[in-house]
């Protein structure tokens, strides 16, 4: 294993902040896979799904039974990590702008597409590595004006040219969930099985351009640019990338985190990266995928004291109760409930609310949804 410290810009004098990456295996020697843990700084269970996961990697890296590269970014945020307010963890935002960590990551596509398509040609795994190159030249050229701007050119530094992307976050309250690009969907499969995934939420783009689509979304829309044109050129879809809710914020415990990481080891060993061990089958899904743009956020119609009447996990019809808000002082009670069949696999934390407060989330099998399809 070698480890890289990556220095950020710094934000003013006297501060400086280090992102470090973990390196495993041999670069080029076979697939890629990039893994980062808590992009929204204050959803740690990432962290300590990383920290289970890198004694397996050192093993396998001793014993030279990893084929390819494995770079784990244990701590995507240190920007955020330091955000505290009034003794509160906030590290969602950044602090300077008001941004989200996990938006507004370069278009590729807008950056690359004049440049590289007319170059594409009949090799596939050429056609790869010109892309790859210029999404690093773009890289390489950004001059970063920010601290915020020097950690997302550094994560993409990381990740560019990763065949695999594996961004860990977690919810709330919930149970754990898969967000993943259709172009993707089919190969991440099995990762989402060997975890366990309660709910799998497909977009095509779900905009807003986070981490994890700005890396595999530039390879899709290439491919159709191509055809649209009518070339014969082919490019595959050379990145696959998933954002993994690993359950709620409060849920930061060893055997979680141990479950997590040897989850992921199977999936590495499913794709051939991990050689420790035969690669096990993946379990029987424990749900169906169903698509972003189908699931339902419910929101508070009144401010009051939220009690709710539905657990993470637990498959609602539509108009079943998910939560009454209590007005103590009117003595009221306002019932919020679901508008969609499915899975409630996220809810939030507070039990106070004002009015319009998102709430839950339910899963259904039907889109009913479009444009930017993320929350704040």
């Known amino acids: 294993?070698?480890?890289?410290?990556?220095?950020?810009?710094?934000?003013?004098?006297?501060?400086?902040?280090?992102?470090?990456?973990?390196?495993?295996?041999?670069?080029?020697?076979?697939?890629?896979?990039?893994?980062?843990?808590?992009?929204?700084?204050?959803?740690?269970?990432?962290?300590?799904?990383?920290?289970?996961?890198?004694?397996?990697?050192?093993?396998?890296?001793?014993?030279?039974?990893?084929?390819g590269e494995v770079v784990l970014v244990p701590m995507a945020n240190p920007v955020g990590a330091a955000q505290r307010l009034q003794h509160k963890p906030m590290g969602r935002f950044e602090f300077n702008t008001g941004e989200n960590f996990n938006r507004h990551y370069p278009d590729f596509f807008a950056r690359i597409s004049a440049e590289v398509l007319p170059t594409l040609g009949g090799d596939a795994g050429a056609n790869v590595a010109l892309v790859r190159q210029a999404m690093r030249r773009y890289l390489e050229q950004w001059q970063p004006d920010s601290e915020l701007a020097s950690l997302r050119r550094t994560l993409l530094l990381l990740s560019h040219d990763a065949d695999y992307v594996l961004d860990l976050h977690c919810d709330c309250e919930?149970?754990?969930?898969?967000?993943?690009?259709?172009?993707?969907?089919?190969?991440?499969?099995?990762?989402?099985?060997?975890?366990?995934?309660?709910?799998?939420?497909?977009?095509?783009?779900?905009?807003?351009?986070?981490f994890d689509e700005s890396l595999s979304g530039v390879w899709w829309r290439l491919s159709e640019a191509l055809a649209a044109t009518g070339s014969t050129a082919f490019l595959p879809q050379a990145c696959l990338s998933t954002t993994i809710e690993l359950r709620g914020e409060a849920q930061v415990e060893h055997g979680l985190a141990m479950q997590d990481a040897q989850a992921i080891a199977a999936?590495?060993?499913?794709?051939?990266?991990?050689?420790?061990?035969?690669?096990?089958?993946?379990?029987?899904?424990?749900?169906?995928?169903?698509?972003?743009?189908?699931?339902?956020?419910?929101?508070?119609?009144?401010?009051?004291?939220?009690?709710?009447?539905?657990?993470?996990?637990?498959?609602?019809?539509?108009?079943?109760?998910?939560?009454?808000?209590?007005?103590?002082?009117?003595?009221?009670?306002?019932?919020?409930?679901?508008?969609?069949?499915?899975?409630?696999?996220?809810?939030?934390?507070?039990?106070?609310?004002?009015?319009?407060?998102?709430?839950?989330?339910?899963?259904?099998?039907?889109?009913?949804?479009?444009?930017?399809?993320?929350?704040?």
């Open 1 to 67: 294993m070698q480890r890289h410290d990556h220095p950020l810009r710094s934000p003013s004098l006297g501060r400086h902040t280090t992102l470090s990456s973990l390196h495993f295996g041999t670069p080029g020697s076979g697939p890629k896979v990039y893994i980062q843990a808590s992009l929204h700084a204050e959803e740690l269970p990432g962290m300590l799904a990383a920290y289970h996961l890198r004694p397996l990697l050192e093993a396998a890296d001793s014993q030279s039974q990893i084929y």
């Open 174 to 210: 919930a149970v754990l969930h898969f967000y993943c690009e259709e172009s993707c969907w089919p190969q991440l499969a099995p990762l989402a099985h060997y975890l366990e995934s309660r709910a799998i939420l497909l977009a095509k783009n779900s905009g807003s351009s986070p």
């Open 267 to 376: 999936y590495l060993r499913h794709i051939g990266v991990l050689r420790d061990a035969p690669a096990a089958a993946p379990p029987t899904p424990a749900c169906e995928a169903t698509p972003l743009a189908g699931s339902e956020t419910l929101y508070a119609p009144v401010p009051g004291l939220l009690v709710f009447a539905a657990e993470p996990g637990q498959r609602l019809h539509a108009g079943d109760l998910v939560a009454e808000l209590i007005d103590p002082v009117a003595h009221t009670a306002q019932r919020v409930c679901a508008g969609v069949d499915g899975v409630l696999y996220a809810r939030i934390r507070d039990r106070y609310v004002t009015t319009g407060c998102e709430l839950a989330k339910i899963a259904g099998a039907v889109a009913f949804r479009s444009g930017e399809l993320l929350g704040a």
